[in-house]
């Protein structure tokens, strides 16, 4: 069985400070998604990697895929109230197309 | 809203009924994922379809859960004779094709609660 682990599971923090988001395996994947959910919605698409060693930004978001495709992280820079949420980490296989999630790290970011 | 379309959005059955969730995926897109979501867990794979083919139900319980992706209309996740342990949320998500690099499109979820 391939595990994703997330951490921190929560993390509280001040509007303006910076922050890094971390999903690591045992296990290698072809390919990482990160999602943001809110209460009561569904997960929302933020980026997918597919090599190792790739780094994607979105804005504030930046997107790393570890070298060996085990890993991956997420860092924001100057968060802002609007960046609360479930932030969810899902690796896929190499030989199919389900994804394994991550357990989410709840991020709360204070004005 | 071209997007993952769930409904019902909130479905409340007595223990032995049956439970028939929707999902009609992003316009184009003919694969099909379900996913459940128990309270205070992660979401967790139960079943894959590409158009009439089920092609990957090895997360889907033995007993009393089907799902189908017809030709024509929604996909359509089926639990009979539900129990309290199936009260979850439960959610479809669609790509334009397989295979393990192609970004998974989410619905908004059916929250199914067993009375």
């Known amino acids: 069985t391939q595990l994703l682990e997330q951490s921190p599971q929560f993390l509280s923090i001040q509007e303006g400070e910076n922050l890094t988001v971390y999903c690591n395996s045992s296990s290698v994947f072809s390919s990482l998604q990160w999602y943001r959910q809110e209460p009561g919605e569904g997960p929302v698409l933020l980026v997918t990697?597919?090599?190792?060693?790739e780094v994607k930004k979105l804005k504030r978001l930046t997107f790393q895929f570890g070298d060996a495709r085990k890993d991956s992280s997420l860092h924001i820079t100057a968060a802002q109230p609007g960046d609360t949420g479930l932030y969810l980490c899902a690796g896929a296989q190499t030989s199919g197309s389900r994804l394994t999630f991550g357990e989410g790290t709840q991020l709360t970011v204070n004005p | 809203n071209a997007g993952v379309m769930q409904n019902p959005r909130h479905l409340v059955r007595r223990r032995g009924q049956e439970a028939r969730l929707r999902c009609s995926p992003v316009k184009g897109h003919s694969h099909v994922y379900w996913y459940r979501q128990l309270p205070e867990e992660g979401l967790k794979f139960m079943v894959y379809?590409?158009?009439?083919?089920?092609?990957?139900e090895s997360g889907m319980p033995k007993e009393r859960f089907s799902a189908e992706f017809p030709k024509e209309g929604p996909s359509i996740l089926r639990i009979q004779q539900v129990v309290r342990g199936d009260s979850a949320a439960y959610f479809c998500a669609s790509s334009p094709a397989g295979g393990s690099g192609q970004p998974q499109h989410f619905g908004d979820g059916t929250r199914l609660s067993i009375l």
């Open positions: 990697v597919v090599t190792g060693g």
């Open positions: 379809l590409q158009k009439e083919n089920i092609i990957d």
